[in-house]
C-alpha cells in the first residue's frame, strides 16, 4: 500500500509521469496508488478522466460513492494482475466495512494517463444470494507464475477460452466447450467448489469433483444464460483472463437429470441473476484455475457498460 500522504491528482496528475501507468510497474502503481485513496475516503488523490464510469455491483455510481463511504480496511489476499495493451490493471482482495469482511474484485481502466473506468463487485453476505461466502482467502501461487512462453495463448484465444467456460455453464448438458487442466479449482466468493469434501459434505456432492467432473455431470443446468461477457483484462504473461458476464437463472427448472442417471432437485430457486467478475488462469490452451465472485441482482438487470450508455441515476 502506498504512503497515505500520495499528493492530489493535482500535484501529480499520473504516478511516474505522461504513459508511465501503461506498463505492469505502472499500473501496479496505480492500483496500489487507487487502493490507498479508497481506503482513506478520499477520491480527490486520484487522477480521474472527465466524466469516469464507474460502477459497484453493476450500479453506476459517482467518484467517492458506495464503497468509498463504508471501508474501513483491507484483508491481507491480494491478487494483480495488468494488461499494458489497454491501459488496464485487475485486482481480487478482501474489504473490510466495519467489522465485516467481504471478497471483491474490481479492474481500472486508463485513457491517457488518468483513470477512465473502475467495476467493482463487492460480494457482501447478506447480499449475495448464495449460502457460502468467505472472506478468508489463501494465496493461490498458480496465479502469480509466468506461463512459459510455449504454453501462452494469444489475446483472441484467451477470450475464447474464457467464452468457451461460459458456452460450458450455459444448459449445462454435459458437453464441454473448453479444456480443463486435470488440476484446474475454481473459487466462488471465497470458497474453493472444486475437489473439496469438506464444502460436499455442507453444500452437496457437485463440490467434491474436478472442473471437468462437474460440468461432465450436467450439473448446472439450472443456468439458463450467460450473457453481457466482456473480456476485462487480459495479462498474456500470466496466462490470466477477467471477464465480466451475468448468469439468468428463470426459476423453471425444478427437477432434472444428470448425464449419469441420477435424478436432483436444482440447487437455484426462484427467479434472479447474478453479476460477475471471473478471472482465468489459462496455460497450454486449457483453463488452469478460476476465481469468481459474483452476487445477486435482479432477473435481467441490464449492464450500465452496454450500449444504451452510461449515466448516473
Known amino acids: 500500500m502506498p504512503d497515505p500522504?500520495?499528493?492530489?491528482?493535482?500535484?501529480?496528475?499520473?504516478?511516474?509521469g505522461p504513459g508511465a501507468a501503461r506498463d505492469r510497474p505502472g499500473l501496479y502503481a496505480l492500483l496500489e496508488r487507487y487502493l490507498a485513496a479508497l481506503q482513506a475516503r478520499d477520491p480527490d488523490r486520484l487522477p480521474w478522466a472527465e466524466n469516469p464510469r464507474i460502477t459497484e455491483n453493476n450500479v453506476a455510481l459517482r467518484p467517492g460513492d458506495g464503497l468509498w463511504g463504508s471501508i474501513t480496511g483491507f484483508g491481507g489476499y491480494a491478487l494483480r494482475f495488468a494488461d499494458?495493451?489497454?491501459?488496464?490493471?485487475g485486482f481480487h482482495g478482501v474489504v473490510d466495512e466495519s467489522g465485516t469482511r467481504s471478497p471483491f474484485a474490481m479492474r481500472l481502466t486508463l485513457a491517457g494517463d488518468r483513470i477512465a473506468e473502475v467495476e467493482t463487485i463487492v460480494v457482501r453476505a447478506m447480499d449475495s444470494g448464495v449460502p457460502f461466502v468467505t472472506a478468508e482467502l489463501a494465496d493461490r501461487p498458480s496465479f502469480d507464475q509466468t506461463v512459459p512462453a510455449e504454453l501462452r495463448s494469444p489475446r483472441p484465444q484467451m477470450i475464447a477460452l474464457a467464452n468457451g467456460y461460459f458456452d460450458t455453464l450455459q444448459q449445462n448438458d454435459g458437453t464441454l466447450h473448453v479444456q480443463f487442466d486435470?488440476?484446474?479449482n475454481r473459487r466462488e466468493n471465497g470458497m474453493q467448489t472444486t475437489n473439496n469434501p469438506e464444502a460436499a459434505a455442507k453444500y452437496g456432492f457437485i463440490m467434491g469433483l474436478g472442473c471437468t467432473e462437474q460440468f461432465r455431470l450436467g450439473y448446472f443446468r439450472f443456468?439458463?444464460?450467460?450473457?453481457?461477457?466482456?473480456?476485462?483484462?487480459?495479462d498474456e504473461e500470466r496466462g490470466l483472463i477477467m471477464m465480466a458476464a451475468f448468469i439468468d437463472h428463470s426459476g423453471r427448472i425444478s427437477e432434472y437429470t444428470l448425464t449419469d442417471g441420477r435424478r436432483i432437485s436444482s440447487k437455484v430457486h426462484g427467479v434472479n441473476s447474478r453479476a460477475l467478475l471471473e478471472t482465468f488462469k489459462i496455460s497450454g490452451g486449457r483453463i488452469a484455475d478460476i476465481e469468481?465472485?459474483?452476487?445477486s441482482v435482479p432477473y435481467r438487470m441490464p449492464s450500465p457498460w452496454g450500449a444504451a450508455g452510461f449515466h448516473y441515476e
Not at 500522504?5 to 511516474?16: K, W
Not at 443456468?223 to 487480459?234: C, E, H, K, T
Not at 469468481?292 to 452476487?295: E, K, Q, S
Open 5 to 16: 500522504q500520495t499528493p492530489s491528482a493535482a500535484e501529480n496528475p499520473a504516478p511516474g
Open 84 to 89: 499494458p495493451q489497454t491501459g488496464s490493471v
Open 182 to 184: 486435470p488440476a484446474c
Open 223 to 234: 443456468d439458463d444464460r450467460l450473457r453481457g461477457r466482456r473480456p476485462l483484462v487480459i
Open 292 to 295: 469468481a465472485v459474483f452476487t
